[in-house]
Nanobody
């Protein structure tokens, strides 16, 4: 199993920045990819960005390209999401998740951290 602990959410004004962190523990050797998802009130949970643990290949949803950056620190088993130029529509609960080697979906999730962007 893999345990995930997120941190770094909060309240920020539009145009501001936040950095989210997600520390993984447990069977981290099974990690293939880590991703950040978000869920706004009344909406589905959608992927924001992801990074392959070995090699570092990244993915971003279109709405955050050029503003958000995902990175990882393999030694610390931690993934980060640097969020710049935040907009009110970025307001959501952000979740960290793990896709394990051989898995077809993300199957371990953090508890979520609230990000609120005021206009």
């Amino acid at each position: 199993q893999v345990q995930l602990v997120e941190s770094g959410g909060g309240l920020v004004q539009a145009g501001g920045s936040l950095r989210l962190s997600c520390a993984a523990s447990g069977h981290t050797f099974t990690i293939y990819s880590m991703g950040w998802f978000r869920q706004a009130p009344g909406k589905e949970r959608d992927i924001v960005a992801s990074i392959v643990w070995s090699g570092g290949r990244t993915y971003y949803t279109d709405s955050v390209k050029g503003r958000f950056a995902i990175s990882r620190d393999n030694a610390k088993n931690t993934v980060y999401l640097q969020m710049n130029s935040l907009k009110p529509e970025d307001t959501a609960v952000y979740y960290c998740a793990v896709q394990r080697l051989g898995a077809v979906k993300y199957d371990y999730w953090g508890q979520g951290t609230q990000v609120t962007v005021s206009s």
